[in-house]
């Protein structure tokens, strides 16, 4: 059976990464998988991360199966990270929730809930969005279609046409919108442009996800949640996809989480069972140890002050990066204005060079960027930023 299987295509993200791991040039530099690498070049293991570990593994707990939506203090930490803690929707009970495999997880969790509970609906994904979304809603078996969001010429949001398209979607349909840190282009709403969606997603009756990946990486992590709580107004519904790879470097403990807010506490109830009957045929319960380390930290005062103080450490470098590429490129003579990467927010910047660009500077250089054009700030380094600027002077010029 097998010697008929033709090899499916590399990952267009991940299959960069095995190609640079396998790249023998010592001057190789890897900017494109989403891995936030601190000034050394290293993922680093948070403080905060280390000491929660510590206290787990001295309380040595059970190893029995969590339940099928997972450990309900985490998931009501997450509600109260993601909302704050006084929300109506957390007071009113209005929230089914469900600690899941990472974000990607919850993703194809809220996918597959969809598909279920909405067999009608289409999702719409932002145009250009994450690869990722259209795999796994095309797994899902979710029909999908795409909404302008980048106005690349002017490098910003794409307001004016993406609203128009919001009125256009058919009342059930699901909006995907990325919470901050819009992967790949950096560009995200402004506080009064979230207002806007939010008011255009109601009038149109459609529902939104947030897929929110990166909360704390933009401007900090209460400024970060912005967006979604412009849109959980009173009874409105929501479906959320939080991540806590990135802003708790716990990349492969695969911690995140599906919050579905619905517009009664009834209502939230027959959710919760939808939720847990999708999961149980999927992975049935979640991997227990990376939502313990995040409810440790969430619940104890001094571990939360030294998450906080280490988040803003990874923000803070990245922040400092964007600025020492523009610098560097003005430095080399790059041809052209760069400044707008000083404005795109989160751990990548859409650099607007071309596939061909892109492929140079891997065959010929050694630097490993999506082929969108997409670099991960992140991956830059006060040693590596200036040669990074000059080779990118040599393919564009
Ligand atoms: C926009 C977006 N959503 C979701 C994810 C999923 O993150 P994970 O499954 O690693 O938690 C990522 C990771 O790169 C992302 O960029």
């Given at each position: 059976m097998f010697d008929q299987v033709a090899a499916a295509p590399p990952d267009p993200i991940?299959?960069?990464?095995?190609?640079?791991?396998?790249?023998?040039?010592?001057?190789?530099?890897?900017?494109?998988?989403?891995?936030?690498?601190?000034?050394?070049?290293?993922?680093?293991?948070l403080e905060c991360v280390r000491q929660a570990e510590q206290r787990l593994a001295e309380a040595a707990g059970t190893k029995s199966y969590l339940p099928i939506s997972g450990l309900a203090d985490y998931t009501a930490a997450v509600a109260e990270l993601a909302l704050g803690g006084d929300h109506e929707a957390i007071a009113g009970k209005r929230i089914a929730a469900a600690q899941t495999p990472g974000g990607t997880g919850g993703l194809r969790v809220a996918a597959d809930l969809i598909h279920a509970v909405l067999p009608d609906a289409t999702i719409w994904l932002s145009e250009p969005t994450w690869p990722n979304h259209p795999n796994i809603f095309a797994a899902a078996g979710v029909p999908m279609k795409t909404y302008p969001y980048f106005d690349a010429a002017g490098d910003r949001l794409d307001i004016e046409g993406m609203l128009?398209?919001?009125g256009d979607m058919p009342s059930g349909d699901v909006l995907l919108l990325h919470g901050c840190c819009h992967n790949p282009t950096g560009v995200d709403p402004?506080?009064?442009?979230?207002?806007?969606?939010?008011?255009?997603?109601?009038?149109?009756?459609v529902l939104p996800l947030l897929d929110f990946a990166y909360q704390g990486f933009a401007d900090g992590i209460t400024e970060d949640a912005v967006g979604l709580r412009e849109l959980c107004r009173p009874g409105a519904e929501l479906l959320v996809c939080s991540?806590?790879?990135?802003?708790?470097?716990l990349?492969?403990?695969?911690?995140?989480?599906?919050?579905?807010?619905?517009?009664?506490?009834?209502?939230?109830?027959?959710?919760q069972s939808q939720l847990n009957k999708v999961i149980r045929c999927n992975y049935s319960n979640p991997p227990a140890h990376g939502a313990e380390i995040v409810n440790t930290i969430l619940r104890d005062a001094a571990l939360r002050q030294q998450w906080e103080g280490e988040v803003a450490t990874m923000r803070d470098r990245i922040n400092g990066m964007r600025h020492a590429l523009v610098d560097a490129l003005a430095a080399a003579g790059v041809p052209g204005d760069y400044s707008f990467m000083t404005q795109q927010r989160g751990m990548f910047s859409f650099s607007g060079l071309t596939k061909d660009q892109v492929n140079r500077l891997k065959e010929e250089f050694a630097i490993y960027i999506v082929g969108s054009g997409r670099i991960n700030v992140a991956g830059l380094t006060p040693s590596n930023v200036e040669r990074v600027a000059e080779c990118i002077g040599k393919v564009v010029g």
């Amino acid at each position: 059976m097998f010697d008929q299987v033709a090899a499916a295509p590399p990952d267009p993200i991940l299959g960069l990464t095995a190609a640079f791991r396998a790249d023998e040039r010592p001057e190789k530099i890897n900017l494109s998988v989403g891995v936030y690498q601190d000034e050394t070049g290293k993922t680093p293991l948070l403080e905060c991360v280390r000491q929660a570990e510590q206290r787990l593994a001295e309380a040595a707990g059970t190893k029995s199966y969590l339940p099928i939506s997972g450990l309900a203090d985490y998931t009501a930490a997450v509600a109260e990270l993601a909302l704050g803690g006084d929300h109506e929707a957390i007071a009113g009970k209005r929230i089914a929730a469900a600690q899941t495999p990472g974000g990607t997880g919850g993703l194809r969790v809220a996918a597959d809930l969809i598909h279920a509970v909405l067999p009608d609906a289409t999702i719409w994904l932002s145009e250009p969005t994450w690869p990722n979304h259209p795999n796994i809603f095309a797994a899902a078996g979710v029909p999908m279609k795409t909404y302008p969001y980048f106005d690349a010429a002017g490098d910003r949001l794409d307001i004016e046409g993406m609203l128009a398209a919001i009125g256009d979607m058919p009342s059930g349909d699901v909006l995907l919108l990325h919470g901050c840190c819009h992967n790949p282009t950096g560009v995200d709403p402004t506080p009064k442009q979230w207002r806007q969606i939010g008011d255009a997603a109601a009038a149109a009756g459609v529902l939104p996800l947030l897929d929110f990946a990166y909360q704390g990486f933009a401007d900090g992590i209460t400024e970060d949640a912005v967006g979604l709580r412009e849109l959980c107004r009173p009874g409105a519904e929501l479906l959320v996809c939080s991540s806590f790879s990135k802003n708790f470097s716990l990349y492969r403990e695969r911690v995140g989480a599906l919050m579905a807010i619905a517009p009664t506490a009834e209502a939230a109830c027959a959710v919760q069972s939808q939720l847990n009957k999708v999961i149980r045929c999927n992975y049935s319960n979640p991997p227990a140890h990376g939502a313990e380390i995040v409810n440790t930290i969430l619940r104890d005062a001094a571990l939360r002050q030294q998450w906080e103080g280490e988040v803003a450490t990874m923000r803070d470098r990245i922040n400092g990066m964007r600025h020492a590429l523009v610098d560097a490129l003005a430095a080399a003579g790059v041809p052209g204005d760069y400044s707008f990467m000083t404005q795109q927010r989160g751990m990548f910047s859409f650099s607007g060079l071309t596939k061909d660009q892109v492929n140079r500077l891997k065959e010929e250089f050694a630097i490993y960027i999506v082929g969108s054009g997409r670099i991960n700030v992140a991956g830059l380094t006060p040693s590596n930023v200036e040669r990074v600027a000059e080779c990118i002077g040599k393919v564009v010029g």
